[in-house]
């Protein structure tokens, strides 16, 4: 047999094993493209009740808590779905792998973090706190002043000088008093 018809025995017999593979994966693809139609429609349904729900339940000057808890919610159920897609197409070990260098990843981050987050969920907390207003006269470590606006990192307050003090919210949370007139 001659080197050219070895050649062309090789390559046919490899584009054979291809379309074999192709044609036995068709299941594992066509599975997957459900799946993945399932859980977009899931996703969809579930962070637009949890978006409902949180509406209802919390005053409308907190739509930023809403949103944040609906993004993070809905970032975990795609990256949990998009794991699934990946052990229903065949790829289970890429899956595994990926999920613990994303746990790596998010522990380093966290802890890169944890002032902002620290900050963040402090802010969470003067948000839902109905004696925490925007107007309120209150007494912190940081100083006394009139509460001009309470985000989700930091709070600002007008001095009584008229000085704009701006206070990471957990300096804020974790101890003020509220005056009374």
Do not use: C, H
């Not at 080197?3 to 066509?30: K, R, T």
């Not at 107007?135 to 985000?151: L, R």
């Amino acid at each position: 047999m001659s080197q050219s018809a070895q050649l062309s025995e090789l390559v046919l017999g490899s584009f054979e094993e291809f379309v074999a593979g192709l044609v036995g994966a068709i299941p594992q693809l066509l599975g997957g493209l459900v799946f993945f139609g399932l859980a977009y429609v899931g996703i969809r349904i579930v962070t637009a009740v949890l978006r409902s729900l949180l509406t209802r339940t919390t005053p409308t000057e907190q739509g930023l808590v809403v949103d944040l808890v609906v993004l993070v919610v809905g970032i975990f159920l795609w990256f949990g779905a998009g794991l699934a897609l990946l052990k229903i197409v065949g790829l289970g070990d890429l899956a595994a792998s990926l999920g613990t260098a994303v746990g790596f990843l998010a522990l380093g981050v966290s802890y890169a973090l944890s002032d902002m987050i620290e900050d963040t969920v402090a802010g969470v907390y003067l948000l839902r706190d109905p004696d925490f207003n925007p107007g309120d006269t209150v007494t912190m470590s940081a100083g006394s002043g009139v509460v001009v606006e309470i985000g989700l990192r930091k709070s600002r307050f007008e001095l009584d000088g008229g000085d704009r003090l701006v206070v990471a919210n957990r300096d804020v949370e974790k101890k003020w008093t509220k005056e009374t007139a």
